[in-house]
């Protein structure tokens, strides 16, 4: 071996970084590391907490391998050397999910879980196909063949998803899948969440100091401006009256039109939350059978009833056994997806 390669001539060479702590007088304290080369690259050594880290500078010149030395004492001297946690991808994406399940709506929840499942496959318990939450899991389902099988991003460590990766991934999504704008920053905000988690419930360091969460140097697309056309009054005088033999049907179409309501806020409504004293419709969070919902916004609000819809909901006369004020032909809550 040359003596430009060997690790204790060049660590003879090294500089000790000598730092006064306290007033003058005081001891001062050696920081040591040590440089040698593999194959031309230089490499350093130092101990951190008791235990020797070797690792890569990525440099042939040895006077930018002695720069980063120096720095590297300097932040060991003061406690501040980075270092990045190694904490296992399955585990760290399983409690991420458990936390979407008690944070947010079924829905959201449900959409998230979605888009994890895509970026990652079912490497844990909460991805595996199924509904989302449902703990016996009493709902059967056909089994689902695994669209981007073999296209997942494959990593044993958070650590090792990198912003290449993910910009890679999306890019080739978009190429080959045809997806929008709007569906690659989805994507790219629930991974942005799931960093944002780890960060702070499981202490994560980025390996890249630039970015404490990868999620920030992945690029965001453009979304191009919705065309929202909205029905004038002959139009929605058309659509009521094409709707007059169907009580709750019409009822339904037209609490949306005047009131303004989500699709889903409207099949949750129950006959407490009709108003007709006050002229109001309560769109808030209810238990009902056992089941919790609230408003997508988390917020409970009132809306208005107009007198359109005032004497259009006046005349509706729903069953009074069903505690839904629009039941389905079965007597139990619409499912959003079925009445769209």
């Not at 944002?196 to 453009?222: L, T, W």
């Not at 005047?258 to 969070?285: N, P, Q």
């Not at 919902?293 to 819809?309: A, F, G, N």
Request: net charge positive; charged share 30%.
């Amino acid at each position: 071996m040359s003596s430009a390669r060997n690790p204790i001539e060049i660590a003879s060479r090294a500089v000790s970084v000598k730092l006064e702590f306290g007033p003058i007088g005081s001891e001062t304290e050696t920081v040591m590391a040590y440089l040698y080369q593999r194959k031309q690259t230089y490499w350093i050594g130092y101990y951190l907490d008791g235990k020797l880290v070797q690792k890569s500078l990525r440099t042939t010149n040895e006077r930018v391998a002695v720069s980063k030395k120096r720095r590297i004492e300097y932040e060991l001297a003061l406690g501040d050397l980075h270092v990045a946690s190694k904490l296992p991808l399955p585990a760290i994406v399983q409690a991420f999910c458990q936390h979407l399940v008690a944070t947010r709506t079924f829905k959201s929840c449900k959409n998230d879980l979605s888009r994890l499942r895509v970026f990652f496959g079912p490497i844990c318990e909460a991805l595996e196909p199924g509904v989302p939450g449902n703990k016996d899991r009493k709902v059967k389902s056909k089994p689902r063949s695994d669209k981007y099988a073999g296209r997942h991003v494959r990593a044993q460590l958070l650590e090792d998803i990198t912003p290449q990766m993910i910009n890679r991934f999306i890019a080739a999504r978009v190429e080959h899948d045809g997806w929008s704008a709007k569906t690659a920053n989805l994507m790219r905000q629930v991974l942005q969440s799931l960093f944002n988690y780890a960060i702070k419930h499981h202490g994560f360091r980025s390996r890249d100091r630039r970015y404490p969460n990868p999620v920030a140097a992945v690029e965001r697309r453009r979304e191009s401006s919705h065309h929202i056309r909205f029905l004038d009054m002959e139009e929605i005088d058309q659509q009521l009256q094409i709707l007059k033999d169907y009580p709750v049907i019409h009822a339904m179409v037209a609490t949306y039109i005047y009131a303004g309501i989500r699709r889903e806020e409207g099949v949750w409504l129950t006959h407490k939350d009709i108003d007709f004293e006050r002229r109001l419709i309560r769109v808030r969070a209810k238990t009902v059978n056992g089941e919790f919902w609230q408003p997508k916004t988390k917020r409970d609000r009132v809306v208005p009833m107009s007198d359109v819809l005032f004497d259009i909901l006046s005349s509706y006369k729903p069953t009074a056994k069903c505690i839904w004020f629009f039941p389905s032909p079965t007597g139990k809550r619409w499912n959003p997806d079925n009445f769209s």
